[in-house]
């Protein structure tokens, strides 16, 4: 082993981040190994985090690194290839040939957004194509906003964008038609309704111009909302026996998740998870919250373990 930490953390995302910081402040040995791809990096800035509003995501996170190098803890950039339970703690194996050992396994390694395969989606993700209007809403207040609908969830997301803009166009892309309720829902709030599979996206100078139909026919439109499946990044751990397991809402999988007690405990002793790996809504203080959490689980857990090694101690030399 190059070195023994308390904590290994695998992801250094504002959860990561957090809980580092946590650890720190308590005195322990952290490593932060960051791959250095955070999910939010196309958006231009971060919304609903009090007292960083409008920060860009790079900057909140060098931030974060400058707050936990300042109490002691070590962020590196690399990638985690391999975990292992070795002895009475953890192998954590990077794709530089650099080994490290853990007390214990932080995970918040985040999610992945699987977007649908449509021409001018991915190119566009983060600016003109969206999926949360807590996160973008107020950016495109007053325009012309399009939902691509691809489950069962289209109608919901057209009456949820509709609190930001009276321009918004549901396509019904694929799945199930609206029934006669939600017509007469989405007619009573003034929202379009395009039946008819949608091509791709029109762009024009880098930026969206409007919806293609099958058809022909463009329709033009400032923005577009599309529901990605979100899956947790969590591969690492199913060398050590934990699998993901999937979020249905309304009848469709949203994506897969950690299962994780409150505090970010996993069924696996000594491995916490926190963020988006755990909680596909969270937003990024949420994410920053969940890691605080875990981080002050970990220190508890660690206290216990380090007080009975200490009692075991202090009886052994009561014997001699």
Do not use: K
């Amino acid at each position: 082993m190059d070195e023994r930490y308390d904590v290994v953390v695998i992801g250094g995302g504002a959860a990561g981040l957090s809980g580092a910081l946590a650890l720190s402040r308590a005195r322990r040995q952290v490593l932060v190994v960051d791959a250095g791809a955070p999910r939010n990096a196309p958006a231009g800035h971060v919304h609903n985090y009090l007292g960083r509003e409008g920060t860009p995501p790079a900057e909140l996170l060098e931030i974060g690194r400058d707050e936990v190098a300042g109490y002691g803890g070590e962020v590196t950039t690399g990638e985690v290839v391999r975990v292992e339970r070795e002895d009475d703690g953890f192998r954590v194996d990077l794709a530089d040939g650099r080994a490290v050992a853990a007390r214990r396994l932080l995970l918040t390694t985040g999610l992945v957004d699987e977007l649908p395969d449509l021409p001018g989606v991915r190119e566009l993700w983060g600016h003109d194509v969206l999926h949360c209007p807590y996160c973008h809403g107020w950016e495109v207040r007053d325009r012309a906003v399009g939902i691509v609908a691809t489950g069962p969830m289209g109608v919901y997301g057209a009456l949820l964008w509709r609190q930001w803009t009276a321009d918004v166009t549901l396509f019904q892309h694929v799945g199930r038609a609206p029934t006669e309720e939600e017509r007469e829902q989405l007619t009573a709030r003034g929202i379009t309704l395009v039946e008819g599979e949608v091509a791709a996206l029109e762009v024009a100078g880098g930026r969206l111009s409007g919806v293609r139909l099958v058809s022909g026919e463009v329709v033009l439109r400032d923005a577009v909302v599309v529901a990605p499946r979100f899956t947790a990044r969590a591969d690492l751990l199913a060398d050590l026996g934990l699998e993901t397991v999937e979020l249905e809402a309304h009848g469709t999988v949203m994506g897969s998740y950690v299962p994780a007690d409150a505090m970010g405990a996993t069924a696996v002793p000594g491995v916490w998870v926190a963020g988006n790996v755990a909680n596909l809504q969270a937003q990024v203080i949420a994410a920053a919250a969940g890691g605080l959490n875990a981080g002050a689980a970990i220190n508890a857990d660690l206290i216990a373990e380090d007080t009975r090694l200490a009692v075991a101690a202090h009886r052994l030399i009561g014997v001699r």
